[in-house]
C-alpha cells in the first residue's frame, strides 16, 4: 500500500471499472456489488446522465468558495426541502460533517434556551462518524477507544427505550435534543417499533427539545423514502444527509426546520469545499433519476423481494438468526462472528459487508434489479450455509 496511512484492513483487490450493479477488478473479473461503496452508488456505477453532468460541470466550474452565491447549491436546497419537509440547509462533504454540523446546532439552540451545558441524548450501538464529537455521540466502545478524552455533552440510553429518555429528563435539565438513526446501520440494522419514533417526536416537543435524525445512511431513498422517518410519519427537526446524495461524489448535508430553522448566522458554520458547483450538480442529477426512473419505488420492492429470497433459502438453516431491513438495507444476523464471510463472498465474485460482527449487511445501489436480487441469494446462501456448517 506504498505510503497510505493503515487505516484500513484492505481486501486484496483493485477495481479499475464499473458498469450498473457491476464492477471489474484490474485484471477484468467482474463482481456483483451488493454494497455500493456502502450506501454511496446509489445508480450504481457509470451511470450516462450523472457521468454527463460531471463531465459537463467539470468544464464550466469545479469551485468558488462560499463567499459568493452559487446556483447549483441554492437549487439543491429547494429541492431538499421539497423532499423532505426541512425549511434550510447547510451543506458540508461527508456524513461526519453534516452530523457535526446538527450536533453545533443543538447546541448553539440550547445556549440560546440559557442552558450553560446543552447535551444530547444518543443511542447505544449509533454510529455518527468519526471525527470527535460524533465519535463520541457513536454508540460503539470499540472505535472509541483510544480517543479518550471524549466530547463531552453526550447522555446514552439504549436504543428503543422512550422510558429511559423519560428518566433521564427527570434527572438532567441540560437536554436539548434526542439523536437517533432511524434504521441503524453500523450498528448491525436495526429497527425498532414505529410508535418508538412517534413517542420520541411527542416527547421532545413536550420538553421543547430538538428531535435529530441521523439520516446519513438510511436516506436518499435507500429503504423505500427519501427520507427514513417519512416510513413511520415523524418530522425531526435536524436530518443528516450525504452518502447517497452525490451518489460517489463527496457531499453532506444538514437540513434544519421546526425549532432548529433560522439559528445560524454569517460566522456561525462554515465549509471550504461544502455544497461547491460539482458536488451540488451530481447531487441534482442524482435525485432527477431517482424521480424518472422511480427507483424509490424500486428499492423497496427488490428489497422486499431480497429479503424474501433469503428467507426461503436459508429457512431453518441453524445458526441464522434473523433476516431483517428496509428497502435496500438489509441484515442477515447470524449465530456468530461472519467477517471472513466478506473474503470468501469477494472470492466467489460478490461485494457484500459485515457489520456489528455478526450481521451480513447488503446495500445495493437503488438500480438493482429481480434479476439482480435472484442472482445475489443463489450465489451468496450457499456460502452462508457453508460457514455455518463448517
Known amino acids: 500500500m506504498s505510503h497510505v496511512m493503515n487505516t484500513y484492513a484492505r481486501l486484496p483487490v483493485t477495481f479499475s471499472y464499473g458498469q450498473g450493479c457491476r464492477i471489474f477488478d484490474c485484471a477484468g473479473r467482474e463482481y456483483l456489488d451488493a454494497l455500493s461503496g456502502i450506501a454511496v452508488s446509489t445508480l450504481g456505477h457509470a451511470h450516462p446522465k450523472l457521468v454527463a453532468t460531471i463531465a459537463a460541470q467539470a468544464g464550466r466550474l469545479l469551485h468558488t468558495s462560499n463567499l459568493y452565491r452559487i446556483d447549483e447549491q441554492e437549487q439543491l436546497a429547494d429541492k431538499l426541502c421539497e423532499l423532505s419537509g426541512m425549511q434550510e440547509v447547510f451543506f458540508g462533504n461527508s456524513g461526519c460533517e453534516a452530523n457535526e454540523a446538527a450536533i453545533k446546532l443543538a447546541r448553539f439552540y440550547g445556549h440560546k434556551q440559557g442552558i450553560e451545558l446543552p447535551t444530547i441524548i444518543v443511542m447505544e450501538k449509533a454510529f455518527h462518524g468519526r471525527t470527535l464529537a460524533t465519535l463520541s455521540a457513536t454508540g460503539n466502545r470499540k472505535t472509541q477507544a483510544g480517543f479518550e478524552p471524549l466530547v463531552s455533552g453526550f447522555v446514552r440510553v439504549p436504543y428503543g427505550d422512550l422510558e429511559a429518555i423519560r428518566s433521564i429528563a427527570e434527572h438532567n435539565k441540560n437536554i436539548v435534543a434526542v439523536m437517533l438513526e432511524i434504521l441503524q446501520g453500523e450498528g448491525g440494522i436495526h429497527l425498532v417499533d414505529p410508535s ?106 427488490v428489497g422486499a423481494l431480497i429479503r424474501q429470497l433469503f428467507g426461503e433459502a436459508l429457512a431453518g438453516v441453524e445458526g441464522v438468526r434473523e433476516i431483517r431491513g428496509r428497502g435496500l438495507m438489509i441484515g442477515i444476523e447470524l449465530d456468530r462472528p461472519c467477517g471472513e464471510l466478506v473474503g470468501k463472498a469477494l472470492a466467489a465474485g460478490l461485494l457484500i459487508n459485515v457489520t456489528a460482527d455478526s450481521v451480513i449487511r447488503l446495500l445495493p445501489s437503488l438500480i438493482f434489479s429481480d434479476s439482480d436480487a435472484r442472482e445475489l441469494v443463489e450465489r451468496t446462501a450457499p456460502l452462508i450455509k457453508e460457514f455455518l456448517a463448517a
Open 196 to 301: 418508538y419514533y412517534r413517542g420520541v417526536r411527542e416527547f421532545c416537543d413536550s420538553q421543547g427539545w430538538l428531535m435529530i435524525c441521523d439520516e446519513v445512511q438510511c436516506g436518499m431513498g435507500r429503504t423505500g423514502k427519501w427520507f427514513g422517518y417519512q416510513q413511520i410519519g415523524v418530522s425531526p427537526d435536524i436530518a443528516t444527509l450525504a452518502k447517497g446524495l452525490g451518489s460517489g461524489v463527496p457531499i453532506g448535508a444538514c437540513l434544519a426546520g421546526g425549532r432548529a430553522a433560522g439559528l445560524f448566522g454569517p460566522g456561525n458554520h462554515g465549509s471550504t469545499f461544502g455544497g461547491n458547483p460539482l458536488a451540488c450538480a451530481a447531487a441534482l442529477t442524482t435525485i432527477q433519476v431517482m424521480e424518472e426512473e422511480g427507483l424509490l419505488d424500486n428499492a423497496a420492492r
